[in-house]
């Protein structure tokens, strides 16, 4: 599992806090966050392992952003604890927050290797700049989601898909092993969704570990290890089939989820995004 | 040929054009360079406030020296550190919108310094000055402070670029690289208000914010990155400042005011070149 390329090795061991082995890569337990009182997330337990593939579903409103700015420390939890291989998000930089794509000013003056490079600045520190060794880097991880030749343009110029993969290339220049991905597949068309699967794909045999929010049910079936049912609580976290349960299903999305039958076996039909009537 | 030469060294001769050139050309760099961060972020509004609320402390320092004109650059400095440092505050724990609170605050501040101002019988050309700049009044000490000042807040940017690149484009990837956000920040809103001190004689209070948004928005729209976007605010403040004090000297219009309108013609300029880019 674990085939990082030398440099991403050699670099890994020198500027993270120590990895204490046989520990899971992620340990969340008793997490709580509170807005204003009202609880966005309510005591979330649960363990990740090196080199797995998580979705993370429930419905909108449902915490799921939460809980991966929580786990990346942007956001400090009201009660309970994040560990990161034993250690708290602090201590690490190789956790990265891919962000929706909505909650970027694409018209900002940066360009798509501007960006990338922006992953190097944890291993950089202050008052130092990035140099060949950083810009070979930032290439070989544009390279590797295969936009290498869409480095010098502008993020405006960008398609949905290839904005996503400009974030997993600066989560890879970052060296990050746990990669939290915010929707990166709404608003995709298929072919664009298929590409972030491949590279989802490649991710895994680099060793990286994914939690990945989504709200299509059928895709965190299919392409996933685990799949974890959120609604402010955790409502079930495990192989898909025995988390997607009718009744796990319908406590979590209410009225907002249909079952059919299909096929020997459900189709789940119902809220996927903006809180409409979108069936 | 000789007439246009003439034309433009003729002004030369005076040495308070000498300064007031060399002031408008260095104020230009630095407001737009730090200018770039208030429009890449959305701060004119706050710019503006931080601009206007200065007027307090100058008019304490004015109504304290007796009208000397010295100290006042320390009056200034002290008052904007403070009021940039404040907002923060005083917004955090307000249950009104931070545009809200800074619009009450700045505005009460403002209308304390006029007051102040006023009280004194020779204060409407002083305040003019406070007002809207009064560059061709600057002197040597005066252009030493800004060269100082104005060279600090344009090393502090080179140190952190990239740190304020980051913050700026992506505050949670920058928490996820644990980045000392809230520092960075602070140390933004303490560089704008040197900014605006540095320039509060060129410009003055009333049309601060111009020097603050217009080169950098002009630049915004002809460039893709944010070094070539600060480097072409620098040279079109700097241009600006040297065509519009030109101006000023042979119309006789007010010198922050003909500094600001090439700004703005600039920005019509730059406009209109997007404009028909997009099209085409």
């Not at chain 1, 079936?221 to 796990?248: C, H, I, S, W």
């Not at chain 2, 003729?10 to 002031?23: C, E, I, N």
């Not at chain 2, 050309?25 to 730090?34: D, I």
């Not at chain 2, 509060?200 to 950098?216: E, F, I």
Request: one cysteine or more; hydrophobic letters at 50%.
């Amino acid at each position: 599992m674990s085939t990082f390329t030398t440099p991403f090795k050699s670099m890994l061991t020198r500027h993270h806090a120590p990895h204490q082995p046989g520990t899971p890569i992620l340990a969340v337990s008793g997490l709580t966050v509170r807005y204003n009182g009202l609880a966005a997330l309510d005591d979330v337990t649960f363990d990740l392992h090196a080199g797995e593939q998580v979705a993370v579903v429930g419905p909108n409103g449902a915490g799921k952003s939460t809980l991966l700015k929580a786990v990346a420390g942007v956001l400090a939890p009201t009660a309970g604890t994040v560990t990161v291989y034993g250690q708290g998000p602090g201590g690490h930089i190789c956790i990265a927050y891919v962000p929706q794509r909505t909650a970027v000013d694409w018209q900002f003056p940066v360009t798509v290797r501007d960006v990338v490079l922006m992953g190097r600045i944890g291993q950089l520190g202050l008052f130092r700049h990035p140099g060949k060794r950083d810009l070979a880097q930032v290439h070989e991880c544009l390279e590797l989601v295969g936009i290498a030749d869409l480095a010098n343009r502008q993020i405006n110029e960008l398609s949905g898909g290839q904005q996503q993969r400009m974030f997993i290339a600066r989560a890879l220049a970052q060296e990050a092993e746990l990669m939290l991905m915010d929707e990166p597949l709404t608003g995709l068309d298929a072919p664009s969704q298929e590409g972030i699967f491949q590279l989802l794909r490649d991710l895994r045999a680099r060793g990286v570990t994914i939690m990945l929010s989504t709200h299509d049910l059928d895709q965190a079936v299919q392409y996933f290890d685990r799949v974890m049912l959120l609604n402010r609580r955790l409502l079930g976290f495990g192989k898909p089939a025995e988390v997607f349960t009718p009744e796990r299903l319908m406590v979590a999305y209410g009225g907002h989820l249909h079952l059919m039958p299909f096929d020997g076996g459900l189709v789940a039909v119902g809220d996927t995004c903006c809180g409409g009537d979108r069936r | 040929m000789i007439n246009l030469l003439d034309r433009l060294i003729a002004p030369l001769q005076y040495p308070f054009m000498v300064r007031g050139l060399l002031a408008a050309v260095m104020v230009g760099v630095v407001c737009a360079v730090v200018g770039t961060y208030v429009v890449l972020r959305g701060m004119a509004f706050f710019g503006d406030a931080l601009a206007h609320s200065i007027l307090p402390g100058v008019a304490v320092g004015y109504l304290v020296g007796g009208g000397a004109r010295g100290p006042l650059f320390w009056w200034a400095l002290g008052t904007a550190v403070l009021a940039s440092l404040g907002i923060g505050a005083i917004s955090k724990k307000t249950k009104v919108r931070e545009d809200t609170a800074t619009g009450v605050i700045f505005a009460g501040a403002f209308a304390l310094g006029i007051a102040l101002i006023s009280t004194v019988r020779s204060y409407t050309v002083d305040l003019t000055h406070f007002l809207f700049g009064d560059v061709l009044g600057v002197s040597w000490g005066d252009l030493t402070l800004i060269a100082i000042f104005g060279g600090v807040v344009l090393l502090i940017v080179a140190a952190f670029y990239k740190e304020f690149l980051v913050l700026s484009f992506d505050p949670i990837f920058a928490a996820t690289m644990r980045l000392p956000a809230r520092f960075f920040e602070s140390l933004l809103l303490v560089l704008i208000a040197v900014t605006i001190v540095v320039s509060l004689q060129t410009v003055g209070v009333a049309l601060m914010v111009a020097m603050l948004v217009t080169p950098a928005a002009t630049a915004y729209l002809l460039t893709k990155r944010m070094l070539p976007m600060m480097a072409l605010a620098a040279v079109i403040a700097a241009a600006s400042g040297v065509v519009g004090l030109y101006l000023s000297y042979y119309t006789g219009v007010a010198s922050g005011a003909a500094i600001v309108l090439t700004c703005t013609a600039c920005f019509g300029v730059a406009w209109g070149i997007q404009t028909v880019r997009q099209r085409g």
